[in-house]
Nanobody, 117 residues
Framework: QVQLVESGGGLVQPGGSLRLSCAAS????????MAWYQQAPGKERELVAS???????NYADSVKGRFTISRDTTKNTVYLQMNSLKPEDTAVYYC???????????WGQGIQVTVSS
């Protein structure tokens, strides 16, 4: 059973930065697409950014140019660097691992990010 553990969330002022980390319990980055989702109160969970095992990245329009997803296979960790944060980025952020070929998906427990002055 794979476990995903997020860290790095918290409270930040508008315009500030945070870096989220997602540590995987197994060596899954070689085989899984990793992603970050956000879920704001009263809203559905939405994709923020994803990175494949060949380092192809994809971003939601709302975060392009501000957020960067990356991975370190030696540490089995995926990162989300968030810059120029806005109040509308406030949400619980979830780490996700997905392999469509074997129909396998894992989720982290989620971590709160609050952007407020």
């Amino acid at each position: 059973q794979v476990q995903l553990v997020e860290s790095g969330g918290g409270l930040v002022q508008p315009g500030g930065s945070l870096r989220l980390s997602c540590a995987a319990s197994g060596n899954i980055l070689r085989f899984y697409t990793m992603a970050w989702y956000q879920q704001a109160p009263g809203k559905e969970r939405e994709l923020v950014a994803s990175i494949t095992n060949t380092d192809y990245t994809n971003y939601a329009d709302s975060v392009k140019g501000r957020f960067t997803i990356s991975r370190d296979t030696t540490k089995n960790t995926v990162y989300l660097q968030m810059n120029s944060l806005k109040p509308e980025d406030t949400a619980v952020y979830y780490c996700n691992a997905r392999n469509v070929l074997i129909r396998s998906t894992y989720w982290g427990q989620g971590i709160q990010v609050t952007v407020s002055s």
